[in-house]
């Protein structure tokens, strides 16, 4: 209906497909580089001064537009934008795509497990957001004059409810952009901002397409809002249960044998388009199905990164700027050009931004947010874009807008996005939050930056021995509670793949655990080739170290193949129990390697989460004869004085450990042999357990992990874990 209208006077050739012109085609070509490259100009420019680019890209368009170069240029002008309805459609569809993606990348951002917790006030303040400013529309659009503002085919009814509509709503793609720019969409008001966001996009569609039959009909089809609010309904329910299964399923295809970026892109884009097919056939726009996508899409555990990455790269680079620089085109200050007409814009710009910021910020108190955060809601909330582009030209083309409230319409979001960037900024200065969320917000900070710790899921391959046992508690107390597990249980034979799990389902007790038992005589192999599925870490148990072997003939085998990073947990000697205790105190010996900066992410976040003593040190090397060896040193950058490399390392597994709110002890030992010193202090502090980093490296055919290493795990009778990673991680 609401596309019926934009397409409305289109004449039909006959013909299937009817191609552009040569002259069609420069000019759209032309078009698209223009706003680019404006855009991109402008955005670049208000980003050097504090301001999202997302303002650049608006004003990019309207300096483009018939308010300056219209009036500048006509001539220009008029070729480089020509009253054509195929060369605005052309222009239109782009655009289209852009907002598509620019939803797409929302989707990717929103942790539905965040607003979840957060659903008392996402619920508050969705409902005040839309109903005050939605009140302030109604009595606002009765008291506009009719010379000026209504169109000449509608009812003041009709008019009241356009006018009201594109008052209430927000527009997630601005909302969302705004705060990424800013590094607030972890935030708790980000969130919250970004799910009450959405609901506006959802119940403004719904209205507009309710409106728009209203505006055409006279009258209220109620089984209509009944089939539209019902099938949207089911939809998002569907999507998120059966649809995230055929995601999943479509993704782990593709990467089976690996990384596949262009399979997966392919998934990713069949996913969007058919979602927004779908509530574009519901009568709510494709956009809405673009974000529910996202949401799906990022939650899949079988998603590659790089795909993401390509995603925004793209929709940031091109995409998103020629959206809004489409939108700041329509924009024509000409038709107000009396001080009436001016007076009435300014008290609509006013009401929108004040309704909707009081709205927000009531409904924030009410649930309970602090000041500051209902402040920053209210802010936020403001910013308003590509719907309310929409409601303007619906109302246009249905003779309910005149162009002079045409133009205020489209305004709005100009104004009030540039409002909710700089009240924000100014709100959220020295604004930290919770001492809850800081601590999240610190946690996945640090997640971000880590190698092997991440929310990536773990493998655990087991047959329910008290080795994997152990590797699971090792990995369930350093790993986030987001990330999942698959218990992977592999035999040729039948009554071996019947093995009780429920050991490792109690250690991972709270996690999404999974158990795969697949049959197939080469273990090895089925564990490499699953660790291509969107898993971060193996985690293996081994009992003892064979003789002749790095550990076992299996493990040496897993680590001769793994693509991603492995953690070894060599069980305690003489330890009767499936569990190996508590892990009171650990002993972290690091060294200037991604592995030993692997091993102590895991001991920090072992200390974190069980309260485990850590010990971290540095054995410089001592000579046969007693003489220590030259020690190396490093200038300190606008001083003379020198450190040693231990002495900085031990710094820098400081810095690291106080991000996780870890406080190690450190201790520099000198030995001739680091190996030997390492174990001879696991048994002086009664360290139950030693952790240790390596490079996984293959020398004839075989894992390498150090002599060091290899030492410990030899001769250490405490729980050793080494951590494993592969070079080009």
């Known amino acids: 209906m609401v596309l019926a209208a934009l397409t409305e006077g289109v004449e039909s050739t006959g013909e299937r497909l009817t191609a552009l012109g040569e002259h069609e085609l420069l000019v759209f070509w032309v078009q698209l580089f223009v706003l680019v490259s404006l855009a991109r100009a402008f955005g670049f420019g208000f980003r050097k001064l504090g301001l999202p680019s997302v303002i650049g890209e608006l004003m990019a368009g309207l300096v483009l537009g018939p308010s300056v170069f219209g009036q500048v240029w006509p001539s220009g002008f008029d070729w480089f934008l020509p009253e054509s309805v195929t060369q605005s459609a052309a222009l239109l569809a782009v655009s289209w795509i852009g907002i598509l993606l620019l939803l797409v990348v929302t989707g990717f951002e929103t942790d539905l497990s965040l607003i979840a917790k957060l659903g008392k006030p996402v619920a508050w303040v969705s409902a005040g957001s839309l109903i005050v400013p939605f009140a302030a529309g109604l009595v606002l659009a009765y008291q506009l004059p009719e010379s000026i503002f209504v169109g000449d085919d509608t009812t003041k009814l009709a008019f009241a409810l356009f006018i009201a509509t594109a008052l209430s709503v927000s527009a997630l793609a601005v909302v969302a952009k705004i705060l990424s720019e800013m590094g607030l969409m972890r935030r708790d008001f980000g969130q919250i901002t970004v799910a009450v966001g959405m609901a506006n996009d959802l119940v403004g569609w719904i209205m507009l397409g309710i409106f728009t039959g209203i505006a055409t009909s006279g009258q209220v089809s109620v089984s209509g809002i009944a089939a539209t609010v019902g099938g949207l309904a089911m939809f998002i329910g569907l999507a998120l249960t059966v649809g995230q299964r055929g995601v999943d399923w479509a993704l782990k295809r593709v990467r089976r044998d690996g990384h596949n970026i262009s399979g997966a892109l392919s998934v990713c884009m069949i996913v969007v388009l058919g979602f927004g097919v779908v509530t574009q056939y519901l009568g709510v726009e494709a956009v809405l199905g673009a974000f529910i996508a996202g949401v799906v899409l990022v939650r899949s555990r ?44 300014a008290g609509i710009i006013g009401v929108a931004i004040g309704a909707k910021f009081v709205g927000a910020y009531g409904g924030a108190r009410l649930a309970g947010r602090g000041h500051r955060a209902g402040l920053a809601l209210g802010a936020g909330l403001n910013a308003r874009g590509a719907l309310e582009v929409v409601i303007g030209t619906v109302g246009l083309s249905l003779g309910v807008f005149s162009k002079t409230a045409f133009t205020v319409i489209v305004l709005v979001p100009v104004v009030t996005s540039i409002f909710a960037s700089l009240s924000l900024r100014a709100i959220v200065r020295g604004f930290h939050g919770s001492p809850e969320e800081l601590k999240r917000l610190g946690r996945e900070e640090a997640l971000s930056r880590n190698l092997v710790v991440k929310n990536s899921r773990m493998l655990i391959p087991s ?187 031990l710094t820098q597994s400081a810095e690291l450990a106080a991000e996780l709110g870890v406080e190690p002890q450190q201790v520099v030992r000198q030995h001739r042999s680091p190996a030997e010193e390492i174990v001879r202090m696991a048994a002086e502090i009664d360290a139950d357990l030693v952790v240790m980093g390596a490079n996984l490296r293959k020398l004839d055919g075989r894992p390498f992990l150090g002599h060091n290493v290899e030492h410990v795990l030899a001769k250490c009778d405490a729980t050793v874990a080494v951590v494993l990673v592969p070079f080009d991680l």
């Not at 091109?318 to 959206?323: K, Q, R, T, W």
């Not at 620089?325 to 107000?336: E, H």
């Open 302 to 345: 079988f998603q590659q990164d790089e795909v993401i990455h390509h995603i925004e790269s793209l929709t940031a680079a091109l995409f998103a700027p020629l959206f809004f620089a489409t939108a700041g085109l329509r924009l024509d200050l000409r038709t107000l050009n009396d001080s009436e007409a001016l007076a009435w814009t």
């Open 463 to 649: 047959r329910g021995h008290p080795a994997s046992i152990a590797a699971a508690q090792l990995l369930h107390f350093a790993w986030p509670d987001e990330a999942g597990a698959t218990i992977l249980t592999v035999s040729e034979d039948d009554t071996e793949l019947d093995v009780d799990v429920e050991p490792l389902r109690n250690v991972l007790h709270g996690r999404d655990v999974e158990h795969r038992q697949v049959k197939n005589s080469d273990p090895v192999s089925v564990i490499v080739s699953e660790s291509h599925l969107g898993f971060g870490v193996i985690g293996i148990g081994a009992s003892d170290v064979a003789d002749g072997q790095i550990i076992s003939s299996f493990v040496d085998e897993v680590l001769s193949e793994a693509p991603i990073p492995v953690v070894v947990v060599r069980r305690g000697r003489n330890l009767e129990r499936p569990l190996p205790g508590a892990f009171t105190r650990a002993l972290v010996p690091v060294a200037g390697t991604p592995g030993s900066r692997a091993a102590q992410e895991v001991a920090f976040n072992l200390g974190a989460g069980l309260g485990t003593e850590i010990v971290v040190t540095h054995v410089e090397t001592r000579s046969h004869d007693g003489v220590h060896m030259p020690r190396l040193f490093h200038r300190r950058s606008g001083s003379d004085s020198r450190v040693s490399v231990g002495e900085q390392l």
